[in-house]
Structure formats: C-alpha cells, structure tokens
C-alpha cells in the first residue's frame, strides 16, 4: 500500500522497517489519503508482522 504513494522504508532491521510503516500508514490516513477499511486492513497486518519479528527476537 505504501508503494502506491511512492513510500519505500527499509532502514536495515525488519522490526525497525514494520515500525516505521506503521508511522508512515498513520500519517497517510490522518491526512485523508488512506480510507478507514484500508488502514485498518493494514494497521492488522503490521500488528502481526511486528508480533511475529518480536517472537523472533525472543527466542
């Protein structure tokens, strides 16, 4: 969905990457550019993503 908006993140560690994401998903939808049901649907993923990389960590 970022790409669409020409947004790329990689800063090197997937958790640090999924974090920013979800900075950059926040600002997209507080400016009016992300309907609700799309953020939502993408807010979920990067919830998931974050809690599976930090189980990554934790092991």
């Known amino acids: 969905m970022l790409k669409q908006f020409g947004i790329v ?3 090197g560690k997937r958790l640090y990457d999924i974090e920013m994401m979800k900075i950059e998903l926040e600002a997209l939808y507080q400016n009016g ?3 609700k049901d799309s953020y939502l649907t993408a ?3 990067l919830r998931r993503e974050h809690r599976i990389e930090m189980e990554k960590e934790n092991e």
């Open 9 to 11: 993140v990689y800063l």
């Open 33 to 35: 550019l992300v309907d």
């Open 43 to 45: 807010e979920m993923i």
